[in-house]
């Protein structure tokens, strides 16, 4: 079975950090882009980072550009989401996935709460 679990969320201050990682199990996932995904109460899940199979191209939405660092580690078929700068509107649950990407391979996510 295939799974992408992500973990390292929790309660923040404004202005903290958290780093998240997403560790995939059941394939390989070290050949596709991945990307983290963010789902605020009420409100559509959105895009927020992905980056290629080799690491070499990075992208990221706006409101996280600058305070947000996407890596991974193919190596343990892992991958990472530095946060920093952290504010109270990142607060949502984080998930990670493919990019662009799968319905299959949705997992719980991780939540992450900043108080402000």
């Known amino acids: 079975q295939v799974r992408l679990v992500a973990s390292g969320g929790g309660l923040a201050q404004a202005g903290g950090s958290l780093r998240l990682s997403c560790a995939a199990s059941?394939?390989?996932?070290?050949?596709?882009?991945m990307g983290w995904f963010r789902q605020a109460p009420g409100k559509e899940r959105e895009f927020v980072a992905a980056i290629a199979w080799s690491g070499g191209f990075t992208d990221y939405a706006g409101s996280v550009k600058g305070r947000f660092i996407v890596s991974r580690d193919n190596a343990k078929n892992t991958v990472y989401l530095q946060m920093n700068s952290l504010k109270p509107e990142d607060t949502a649950v984080y998930y990670c996935n493919r990019h662009p990407p799968d319905p299959n391979y949705w997992g719980q996510g991780t939540q992450v709460t900043v108080s402000s």
């Open positions: 059941g394939r390989t996932f070290s050949t596709y882009t």
